[in-house]
C-alpha cells in the first residue's frame, strides 16, 4: 500500500462527479445528491452533518439501496441498514503501457443496451443497471452479432475518469478482449491530459492486468452499500 495521499477530488468521486461533469444524471440539491436510479447506486451528502444525511436518505426509494464510497467507514443513515461494506483499492494510471491488438471494436449506445446489460448481469463486474451506458465511452466486442464483451467509464472527477463495467462473457475469455478494450477507454482519455481510475477488491485476479497497464494503487477505500425500509 502506498503512503496515504493528500486529500483530492479521488477521495470523493461521488460528490465531484455529480456536482460537476455528471450533474445531468443527478438527482438532489446541495446538501445530497444520487446518481438516477436507473443509472446507478452511488450517492453522497455534502458533509456529515444531521441535515445532510436525511436529504440523502431522502434520495433513496422506499425498499431501495444505496451504495457510498469514500476514505474511512460511511456515516450511519438514519432510517437505513448496511447491506454490506468492503474495502476497494482505488488504482490511478497517468499513463498507458500499451501492446498491439488487431481487434475490431464497436462503439455502445442505446441500441445496445438491453445487451450491455444482460453481459453485466452475467458476468457482474459491478453495479450496472439499464442506464448506466450513459455514463459515457461505452465499447465493444462482437462476435456473430453477440456482445461478448465491453468497458466504459463511470465517475468523472476534475482531471480524472473513471473505467468500469470490463466485463467479457465467459465462452470467450482468454482472447484479450479485456485489455484490448481497456487500453482503447484509456487512450483517448490520456490525450486529453486525463488520467483514470477504477476501483478493485484487493484479491480481484484482474489486478494484474491493471499494473500491467498502468496502474498503481492510490489509496484505500470503503464502499457500503445501505438499504432503507
Known amino acids: ?28 440539491d ?21 441535515e445532510s444525511s436525511r436529504a440523502l436518505v431522502g434520495l433513496i426509494e422506499d425498499g431501495g439501496t444505496l451504495g457510498l464510497l469514500g476514505v474511512g467507514a460511511a456515516v450511519a443513515l438514519p432510517g437505513t441498514v448496511v447491506v ?22 464497436v462503439p455502445l449506445g442505446d441500441a445496445d443496451a438491453a445487451e450491455m446489460l444482460a453481459l453485466a448481469t452475467l458476468t457482474a463486474p459491478g453495479p450496472f443497471f439499464a442506464a448506466t451506458h450513459l ?10 452479432g453477440r456482445l461478448v464483451a465491453m468497458a466504459g467509464e463511470r465517475m468523472k472527477v476534475p482531471g480524472f475518469s473513471e473505467i468500469s463495467a ?14 484490448a478494450l481497456m487500453e482503447a477507454v484509456i487512450a483517448p482519455l490520456l490525450e486529453r ?14 489486478v494484474g492486468l491493471y499494473r500491467a497497464l498502468g496502474f498503481e494503487v492510490r489509496r ?5 452499500v445501505v438499504a432503507r425500509g
Do not use: K
Request: hydrophobic residues 30%; glycine residues 10%; aromatic residues 8%.
Open 84 to 105: 454490506s461494506e468492503r474495502r476497494l483499492n482505488q488504482m490511478v494510471a497517468t499513463r498507458l503501457h500499451r501492446t498491439s491488438h488487431a481487434l475490431d471494436i
Open 135 to 144: 455514463q459515457g465511452g461505452y465499447i465493444g466486442v462482437r462476435r456473430g
Open 220 to 224: 484505500e477505500m470503503t464502499y457500503t
Open 166 to 179: 470490463v466485463c467479457t462473457h465467459p465462452d470467450h475469455r482468454g482472447q484479450g478482449f479485456a485489455r
Open 30 to 50: 446541495a446538501r445530497a445528491v444520487r446518481f438516477r436510479p436507473e443509472v446507478n447506486l452511488f450517492g453522497e451528502a455534502a458533509d456529515d452533518s444531521p
Open 1 to 28: 500500500m502506498t503512503d496515504t495521499p493528500s486529500p483530492t477530488p479521488l477521495d470523493r468521486p461521488i460528490w465531484h462527479s455529480l456536482t460537476g461533469r455528471q450533474a445531468a444524471l443527478a438527482l438532489g
Open 193 to 206: 491530459g486525463e488520467g483514470v481510475f477504477l476501483h478493485t477488491y484487493p484479491d480481484n485476479p484482474a
